[in-house]
């Protein structure tokens, strides 16, 4: 089945120590996104990519940086984890940058 | 003012019941609308995808937007147990830049 996949599911870091987090996707979508999801709040979007074409949401801390080396797969660096980076990572694709998002299982962070 | 408004409940009924999900926006250049369903600890899961107004159905769900009162709906019929999540509406313009924006989310919970 056609999917967005995410791994690790569950990821404990330690303060400062860099993670990197990955995504894949079988549906040849164009877009990716990488989302943070606090506990009882809506998915922020971080920042996505159409196909190569990286675009950064103005509040993203620089902290976070992301790479897409094609178009399966993308990754979320994250520098410097501080204990307010602690959330669920999702991912998701589009066909389109209008279209329906699909999202991954997400990857719950821990920050020791 | 929020761009999406979305009730976050907690919103419990008994099983069998008619669910009613509601959200508004104030932005008129939103023309693409999502319901997705999260349950705890996953990524959201796509339910309905709709572009213009009026209803669509699939199953036991039904998603309205009436684009003239900035307010679009989610009908769950004959509730079940297993509906029991957090739905968030979410929508996107065309205009712009071009990211999905989501409600609050409304946690509900479907009583046996």
């Known amino acids: 089945d056609a999917m967005v996949i995410q791994n690790p599911r569950y990821q404990v870091t330690q303060f400062g120590k860099p993670v990197t987090l990955s995504c894949s996707q079988t549906l040849n979508h164009n877009v990716m996104y990488w989302y943070q999801q606090k506990s009882s709040q809506a998915p922020k979007l971080l920042f996505h990519y159409y196909d190569k074409d990286f675009n950064n949401e103005a509040d993203t801390p620089d902290n976070f940086q992301s790479r897409r080396p094609n178009t399966s797969f993308c990754f979320l660096d994250i520098r410097s984890p501080g204990l307010g980076d602690a959330a669920m990572y999702l991912c998701?694709?589009?066909?389109?940058?209008?279209?329906?998002?699909?999202f991954g299982p997400g990857t719950r962070l821990t920050v020791t | 003012q929020k761009e999406v408004e979305q009730d976050p409940g907690p919103l419990s009924v008994p099983e069998g019941a008619i669910v009613s999900l509601n959200c508004t926006y104030s932005n008129s250049a939103f023309q693409y609308f999502m319901w997705y369903r999260q349950y705890s600890r996953k990524g959201p899961e796509l339910l309905m995808y709709?572009?213009?107004?009026g209803n669509k159905e699939d199953g036991r769900f039904t998603a309205q937007v009436d684009k003239s009162s900035k307010y679009i709906s989610l009908f769950i019929r004959d509730s079940q147990p297993s509906d029991s999540a957090t739905y968030l509406c979410a929508m996107v313009w065309v205009q712009g830049a071009q990211k999905l924006v989501f409600g609050q989310g409304t946690r509900l919970t479907i009583n046996p």
């Open positions: 709709t572009y213009s107004s």
């Open positions: 998701a694709t589009s066909r389109e940058a209008v279209g329906a998002q699909y």
